[in-house]
Protein backbone atom coordinates (compact mmCIF):
# COMPACT_ATOMS: atom_id res chain seq x y z
CA UNK A 1 0.00 0.00 0.00
CA UNK A 2 1.18 3.12 -0.80
CA UNK A 3 1.51 6.31 0.98
CA UNK A 4 0.23 9.72 -0.39
CA UNK A 5 1.34 13.25 1.08
CA UNK A 6 -0.56 16.68 1.23
CA UNK A 7 0.37 20.39 1.28
CA UNK A 8 -2.85 21.38 1.74
CA UNK A 9 -2.89 25.50 0.87
CA UNK A 10 -5.64 28.23 0.16
CA UNK A 11 -5.39 28.15 -3.00
CA UNK A 12 -3.36 25.27 -4.56
CA UNK A 13 -3.01 21.70 -3.06
CA UNK A 14 0.05 19.37 -3.26
CA UNK A 15 0.10 15.76 -4.35
CA UNK A 16 2.98 13.63 -3.63
CA UNK A 17 3.04 9.55 -3.53
CA UNK A 18 5.34 6.74 -2.42
CA UNK A 19 6.76 3.82 -4.84
CA UNK A 20 4.95 0.73 -4.51
CA UNK A 21 7.77 -0.05 -1.60
CA UNK A 22 7.04 2.95 0.47
CA UNK A 23 11.02 3.78 -0.43
CA UNK A 24 10.90 6.90 -2.29
CA UNK A 25 8.24 10.21 -2.53
CA UNK A 26 7.63 11.35 -6.00
CA UNK A 27 5.60 14.44 -6.93
CA UNK A 28 2.05 13.27 -8.43
CA UNK A 29 0.46 17.00 -9.08
CA UNK A 30 -0.39 20.07 -7.97
CA UNK A 31 -4.55 20.80 -7.66
CA UNK A 32 -6.19 23.97 -7.91
CA UNK A 33 -8.46 24.12 -5.03
CA UNK A 34 -11.08 26.89 -6.82
CA UNK A 35 -12.71 27.61 -3.10
CA UNK A 36 -13.81 24.37 -2.40
CA UNK A 37 -12.36 21.27 -1.05
CA UNK A 38 -14.95 19.04 -3.17
CA UNK A 39 -12.62 19.61 -6.10
CA UNK A 40 -9.59 18.04 -4.03
CA UNK A 41 -11.58 15.14 -2.35
CA UNK A 42 -13.21 14.19 -6.07
CA UNK A 43 -9.92 14.53 -7.72
CA UNK A 44 -8.65 12.29 -4.44
CA UNK A 45 -11.17 9.81 -5.37
CA UNK A 46 -9.81 8.93 -8.77
CA UNK A 47 -5.71 9.29 -7.50
CA UNK A 48 -7.05 6.25 -5.23
CA UNK A 49 -8.78 4.56 -8.53
CA UNK A 50 -5.38 4.68 -9.84
CA UNK A 51 -3.38 3.65 -6.49
CA UNK A 52 -3.77 1.69 -3.61
CA UNK A 53 -3.15 3.46 -1.16
CA UNK A 54 -3.20 2.91 2.39
CA UNK A 55 -1.71 6.22 4.25
CA UNK A 56 -2.60 9.73 3.74
CA UNK A 57 -0.31 12.09 5.23
CA UNK A 58 -1.11 15.51 5.70
CA UNK A 59 1.24 18.66 6.24
CA UNK A 60 0.50 20.69 9.55
CA UNK A 61 1.35 24.25 9.05
CA UNK A 62 2.29 25.24 12.27
CA UNK A 63 4.24 28.33 13.46
CA UNK A 64 7.77 28.92 13.74
CA UNK A 65 7.09 28.39 17.83
CA UNK A 66 5.45 25.73 17.84
CA UNK A 67 1.69 26.65 18.01
CA UNK A 68 -1.51 26.44 16.14
CA UNK A 69 -1.96 28.83 13.14
CA UNK A 70 -4.62 29.55 11.69
CA UNK A 71 -3.67 27.80 9.12
CA UNK A 72 -3.24 24.75 10.59
CA UNK A 73 -6.68 25.33 12.45
CA UNK A 74 -8.58 25.46 8.91
CA UNK A 75 -5.36 22.19 7.96
CA UNK A 76 -7.30 20.74 10.52
CA UNK A 77 -10.58 21.03 9.30
CA UNK A 78 -9.66 19.58 5.74
CA UNK A 79 -8.21 16.67 7.85
CA UNK A 80 -11.24 16.19 9.48
CA UNK A 81 -13.07 15.94 5.92
CA UNK A 82 -10.51 13.03 4.92
CA UNK A 83 -11.08 11.20 8.20
CA UNK A 84 -14.80 11.14 7.85
CA UNK A 85 -14.51 10.57 3.82
CA UNK A 86 -11.63 7.85 4.22
CA UNK A 87 -12.40 6.53 7.49
CA UNK A 88 -10.75 3.52 6.46
CA UNK A 89 -7.57 4.92 5.35
CA UNK A 90 -4.52 5.88 7.96
CA UNK A 91 -4.50 10.10 8.23
CA UNK A 92 -1.84 11.21 10.23
CA UNK A 93 -0.09 14.85 10.05
CA UNK A 94 3.47 16.08 10.28
CA UNK A 95 5.03 18.91 11.49
CA UNK A 96 5.66 20.89 7.60
CA UNK A 97 7.30 23.90 8.85
CA UNK A 98 10.07 25.61 6.59
CA UNK A 99 8.73 22.54 3.66
CA UNK A 100 8.08 25.48 1.44
CA UNK A 101 11.14 27.32 2.16
CA UNK A 102 13.11 24.17 1.13
CA UNK A 103 10.88 23.77 -2.16
CA UNK A 104 11.75 27.29 -3.52
CA UNK A 105 15.65 26.41 -2.65
CA UNK A 106 15.32 23.51 -4.53
CA UNK A 107 13.46 25.07 -7.50
CA UNK A 108 16.49 27.93 -7.11
CA UNK A 109 19.29 25.12 -6.89
CA UNK A 110 17.83 23.49 -10.47
CA UNK A 111 16.68 27.00 -11.80
CA UNK A 112 13.66 26.65 -12.26
CA UNK A 113 11.61 29.44 -14.22
CA UNK A 114 9.93 31.65 -11.87
CA UNK A 115 6.22 31.31 -13.73
CA UNK A 116 6.60 27.56 -13.62
CA UNK A 117 7.47 28.06 -9.74
CA UNK A 118 3.84 28.45 -8.75
CA UNK A 119 2.55 25.43 -10.51
CA UNK A 120 5.12 22.77 -8.58
CA UNK A 121 6.02 24.85 -5.30
CA UNK A 122 3.16 22.65 -3.55
CA UNK A 123 3.78 19.47 -5.74
CA UNK A 124 7.94 19.82 -4.34
CA UNK A 125 6.68 20.84 -0.39
CA UNK A 126 4.19 17.54 -0.61
CA UNK A 127 6.95 15.79 -1.31
CA UNK A 128 9.43 16.75 1.22
CA UNK A 129 5.93 16.27 3.57
CA UNK A 130 6.40 12.79 3.04
CA UNK A 131 9.87 12.31 2.94
CA UNK A 132 9.64 13.47 6.47
CA UNK A 133 7.26 11.18 7.47
CA UNK A 134 9.22 8.57 5.89
CA UNK A 135 11.98 9.04 7.68
CA UNK A 136 9.88 9.59 11.18
CA UNK A 137 8.70 6.30 10.12
CA UNK A 138 12.44 4.77 9.49
CA UNK A 139 13.37 6.26 12.84
CA UNK A 140 10.81 4.81 14.47
CA UNK A 141 11.15 1.14 13.10
CA UNK A 142 15.40 1.65 13.73
CA UNK A 143 14.82 2.23 17.38
CA UNK A 144 12.67 -0.44 18.11
CA UNK A 145 15.22 -2.74 16.72
Known sequence: MRILGIDYGEARVGIAITDELNI??????TIQRNGSDKVILRRLD??????EVGTIVVGMPLNMNGTISKRAEITEEFVHKLRCKYNKMK???????????EAHRTMNFLDVKKNKKRNIVDTISAVYILET??????NAISKKA
Open 46 to 51: EIFEKY
Open 24 to 29: TAQGLE
Open 91 to 101: IETVDERLTTV
Open 133 to 138: YLNKSK
